[in-house]
């Protein structure tokens, strides 16, 4: 199974407080890109471009490698890594639940799996 760096997702704020939530992947080193919207107030499930249906390995599969996945928020030029509350923000399997999106939500998002 070949590790990709990390996918970059970024939630971009619009002034009627909707989202466009762009999450680029990689397979092979190449970048494919999704566009999510959502209001403000509303779920959000991001899956991590890494396992989308396509792409050649599995959430599964990677846990059974012992590769774990790993949530970072870029802020400016350095990435911090996400510490999930489990209140408006949690981790489950593959993917981030934004339980109500909100503009504070702003920024990229990277998946890594290390």
């Given at each position: 199974m070949s590790q990709c760096p990390h996918t970059n997702t970024s939630v971009i704020a619009h002034k009627l407080q909707s989202f466009v939530l762009i999450v680029d992947g990689c397979i092979d080193w190449s970048v494919d890109l999704k566009t999510y919207r959502v209001l403000a107030g509303e779920p959000l499930r991001v899956k991590c471009a890494l396992f989308y249906s396509y792409i050649r390995t599995n959430y599964s599969e990677a846990q059974n490698a012992k590769l774990r996945l790993i949530w970072y928020r870029n802020k400016g030029d350095?990435?911090?890594?996400?510490?999930?509350?489990?209140?408006?923000?949690?981790?489950?399997?593959?993917?981030?639940?934004?339980?109500?999106?909100?503009?504070?939500?702003?920024?990229?998002?990277?998946?890594?799996?290390?």
């Open positions: 350095s990435e911090e890594p996400i510490i999930f509350s489990g209140h408006r923000l949690s981790k489950e399997g593959d993917s981030i639940w934004f339980r109500s999106a909100e503009m504070e939500d702003n920024g990229f998002y990277t998946c890594v799996l290390r």
